[in-house]
Nanobody, 127 residues
Framework: QLVQSGGGLVQPGGSLRLACATSGFTLGAYPIGWFRQAPGNEREAVLCDIDRSGKTFYSDSVQGRFTISRDKATNTVYLQMDNLKPGDTAVYYC??????????????????????WGRGTQVTVSS
């Protein structure tokens, strides 16, 4: 089970850090995906972090503003979101899978690759 926290309301230009934690296994050993779903929209990929290759694939819409990090000591993955925009408003989900994932470009980062999901946390960017 993935437990998410850290969402909330922030003004445009502000920052939030989302957390995704588990106690059942070593989260940092597996690939991580962050996804989001805005009202009326389909869920979309924000990033895929393929730890084995050291490569993180970011959506163009968040590249340079969002950063993933892994804290192995606390078994937590974080999504640092800076310079937030109203268009970032969505429910954010973390996901992982026990099978290795091999990607060569961001477009291959899809929710079908991940079998274990958090319940989501709301991020609202508004003045």
């Amino acid at each position: 089970q993935l437990v998410q926290s850290g969402g909330g309301l922030v003004q445009p230009g502000g920052s939030l850090r989302l957390a995704c934690a588990t106690s059942g296994f070593t989260l940092g050993a597996y690939p991580i995906g962050w996804f989001r779903q805005a009202p009326g929209n389909e869920r979309e990929a924000v990033l895929c972090d393929i730890d084995r290759s050291g490569k993180t694939f970011y959506s163009d819409s968040v590249q340079g503003r969002f950063t993933i990090s892994r804290d192995k000591a606390t078994n937590t993955v974080y999504l640092q979101m800076d310079n937030l925009k109203p268009g970032d408003t969505a429910v954010y989900y973390c996901a992982t899978d026990f099978q290795p994932i091999y990607l060569f470009r961001f477009e291959q980062c899809s929710e079908g690759l991940f079998g274990l999901w958090g319940r989501g946390t709301q991020v609202t960017v508004s003045s």
